[in-house]
């Protein structure tokens, strides 16, 4: 499906492909900020129980918490379940140029990312994104021929109905509800503490435990928030609004400051227990209100950086340094959780429980500059990541070639993200 606005006059010079450049930059900046989140749940057994952390009572550690939580946390998977609805567009592209039949290309790619997720996670991170989208993407292939319109309700009923329900779970925690899950969480994190400090085969078992305690966390908070972020890439990639950035700047603005005036009280609410430990009836009651505000931050962060890329050679550079990782999003989101297993589990140095969140925030932009490095040598030889490359095979059911031929690749490698 082409674009409905016509090729825009860019007063920058910017060829179509830095434009698409541009989105792989975005797709990279996105994989710091799920990176700085996901490492908070190796690091320390009580992430996102609701107690306090042994290793994060020192004020440093309190601050940095703060920030992972008001910069970071319910925003960031946004923005790339944004960018994941955006490329399916570039799919259905993609699938029209090669003259192949979407639907069952598409359903072999979910198939083939649940795969994934699910190896992922119950060998490194049972946090695990990917099954999720496989399946949220399932149902974006069944609405895909509906209007703007009505995905644009359905997203914002999605939206608002997940924010009045944890508002309405939070009005119901009593005190001695609050009690017996202070209780709970301690024996728990000291269990999980001890398995993944154990074994590798102990590591798999605690993921199994764990992925059956909190498959609902994923169904009642981020799945239905990804799902609206789909809808708003999609609709965003169908009208062509990331294919001519330039031409959009004032939205943009708009985006950015909106975004920044309606996200920011959200997610100082979310984030101001971190400071005030041990209070799970404020985590809920500000985990109700960031689910309201979170996607205009995410929208916030992504004109922000778009707009930043615009400016001159130094967001020309920018684009440069994370445009290589965002086209390889999918193995470097792997490639994350293992470095993190590595460290952090049984797996290698079992760092967990020895650490506080502001030396988490270190290791976990030292994974990424490492993650930057590795992307720039490997794009520069090869047309796809090692799993999109395979993600790919099983999609077209044809072995693509590995080894950077054309320009070509950039854009189908793009759309493998």
């Not at 994060?56 to 939580?69: G, I, K, T």
């Not at 695990?128 to 009505?150: E, K, P």
């Not at 009593?174 to 999980?192: C, F, G, P, S, V």
Request: hydrophobic content about 55%; glycine content about 8%; aromatic content about 12%.
């Amino acid at each position: 499906m082409a674009p409905h606005h016509p090729p825009a006059q860019n007063p920058g010079g910017a060829a179509p492909n830095e434009r698409q450049q541009m989105v792989d930059a975005l797709r990279g900046f996105a994989l710091l900020g799920i990176l700085v989140v996901n490492i908070a749940s190796f690091a320390s057994t009580y992430y996102g129980l609701g107690v306090p952390d042994p290793m994060a009572l020192s004020l440093a550690d309190r601050c940095a918490s703060f920030v992972r939580a008001f910069v970071f946390e319910t925003k960031f998977y946004l923005l790339f379940s944004f960018l994941f609805g955006y490329s399916f567009t570039l799919q259905m592209r993609s699938a029209e140029r090669d003259g192949k039949a979407f639907v069952p290309r598409m359903v072999r790619r979910h198939v083939g990312l649940w795969v994934i997720g699910v190896v992922h996670a119950v060998l490194l991170y049972y946090g695990d994104i990917l099954t999720t989208y496989a399946v949220l993407g399932a149902v974006l292939l069944m609405l895909r021929r509906r209007g703007d319109v009505f995905l644009a309700c359905a997203g914002i009923a999605l939206v608002l109905l997940t924010s009045l329900l944890w508002a309405a779970v939070g009005q119901m925690y009593t005190h001695m509800d609050m009690l017996m899950a202070t209780q709970a969480a301690y024996a728990e994190a000291a269990a999980a503490l001890a398995a993944y400090r154990a074994t590798p085969a102990m590591v798999v078992v605690q993921h199994l435990r764990d992925l059956s305690q909190t498959w609902w966390i994923t169904g009642l908070v981020q799945a239905p928030e990804a799902l609206a972020m789909f809808f708003a890439g999609f609709i965003a990639g169908k009208r062509g609004l990331l294919a001519h950035v330039e031409a959009h700047r004032t939205l943009l603005w708009r985006m950015f400051w909106w975004g920044l005036a309606v996200g920011l009280p959200g997610a100082l609410a979310y984030a101001w227990p971190t400071l005030r430990l041990n209070d799970p009836v404020r985590d809920i009651q500000g985990l109700a209100v960031t689910l309201l505000t979170a996607p205009f931050l995410a929208a916030a962060y992504a004109a922000g950086m778009l707009l930043v890329f615009q400016r001159g050679r130094g967001g020309r550079l920018l684009v440069q340094l994370l445009a290589p990782a965002g086209r390889m999003a999918l193995s470097n989101y792997l490639l994350q959780s293992l470095a993190c297993a590595w460290i952090f589990l049984a797996y290698g140095l079992s760092w967990i429980g020895t650490i506080g969140p502001l030396a988490t925030f270190a290791v976990a932009f030292a994974i990424f500059a490492g993650n930057l490095a590795l992307s720039r040598w490997w794009m520069h030889r090869f047309a796809y990541g090692p799993a999109e490359w395979l993600l790919r095979a099983f999609t077209n059911l044809q072995r693509p070639p590995l080894r950077r031929r054309r320009r070509a690749d950039q854009r189908d490698s793009s759309a493998e993200s």
